[in-house]
């Protein structure tokens, strides 16, 4: 089975634009969450979906948004960028919701804000 | 509100050594906790999971326990090999929390040849 896939791998953008970031799950996952990782915060939790719906969200600023399709697949945008943005973007799939399965990660999209 | 401490960020050991990697965590009531690794600049590779009712978890080297009571969670690596350094992270899903994962800060293991 492929695993979590994440496009792109890296990405310069600079201050003030969007970027959209986006994640397949593996093959018959659900539930897609999203992370974000810098060296100051570790990793932080920006939010869940499942089934087309967002069941969970961490405290990010209104730029932060996100999707999931009807294939699972899930996108995650974020407006208006900042300097302090500039982090890797994982994120993690998982048969079903509700915190009991195992969550498989992607290799993440290196995001650089300059 | 849920924390997860991980003690010491950096650990190096002699290759052969056997490995102890330490996680806390402040709240009992939890679904699940999960340890990852994660090397440079790449995403984390899911190494055990240890349900809530579980004492511990086991995978060739790599063995885990779980003490919900006391809020601790311990990795041991057996017979550690220079392909073992890396960063470990542990990390819990509180209960009524979905999938949200709370991370610990890691502990970044150096197994010297």
């Known amino acids: 089975k492929a695993g979590v896939t994440q496009t792109p791998r890296y990405l310069i953008k600079t201050r003030g634009q969007q970027v959209t970031l986006s994640c397949s799950p593996i093959s018959g996952h659900r539930s897609v969450s999203w992370y974000q990782q810098t060296p100051g915060q570790g990793l932080q939790f920006l939010f869940e979906y499942f089934s087309e719906t967002q069941r969970n969200k961490g405290n990010f600023p209104g730029r932060f948004s996100g999707r999931q399709f009807s294939n699972s697949r899930s996108e995650m945008n974020v407006s208006t960028l900042e300097l302090g943005d500039s982090a890797l973007y994982l994120c993690a799939s998982s048969p079903l919701g509700g915190g009991a399965y195992e969550q498989y990660f992607g290799p993440g999209t290196r995001l650089t804000v300059t | ?113």
Request: net charge positive; hydrophobic share 35%.
């Open chain 2, 1 to 113: 509100k849920q924390e997860v401490t991980q003690i010491p960020a950096a650990l190096s050991v002699p290759e052969g050594e056997n490995l102890v990697l330490n996680c806390s965590f402040t709240d009992s009531a939890i679904y699940n906790l999960q340890w990852f690794r994660q090397d440079p600049g790449k995403g984390l590779t899911s190494l055990l999971l240890i349900q809530s009712s579980q004492r511990e978890q086991t995978s060739g080297r790599l063995n885990a326990s779980l003490d919900k009571s006391s809020g601790r969670s311990t990795l041991y690596i057996a017979a550690s090999q220079p392909g073992d350094s890396a960063t470990y992270l542990c990390a819990v899903i509180p209960m009524a929390a979905g999938n949200k994962l709370t991370f610990g800060g890691g502990t970044r293991v150096l197994v010297k040849p």
